[in-house]
């Protein structure tokens, strides 16, 4: 299996094809892409496109600590 800093992905902005998570800005390409998708949230022209539920985090109390995740390991 390789590891995810080699995995080749599309950056969500401009659909550029890369190892982008071996980027500082990872998954998107640079920091320009980075910024027009948070923009686009913050416009609201980006939603989650239905009420979240306890259901949708499962699992997430199960991932390894590391840089970005906030909650320290108990």
Request: glycine share 8%.
């Amino acid at each position: 299996m390789s590891d995810a800093s080699q995995l080749r992905v599309r950056c969500p902005r401009c659909r550029q094809v890369g190892t982008w998570f071996a980027a500082e800005w990872g998954p998107f390409c640079s920091q320009r892409c980075r910024l027009i998708d948070l923009g686009q949230w913050f416009n609201e022209e980006q939603r989650i496109s239905r009420p979240l539920t306890p259901g949708d985090f499962e699992g997430f109390d199960e991932l390894p600590p590391g840089p970005d995740l906030d909650r320290p390991r108990e």
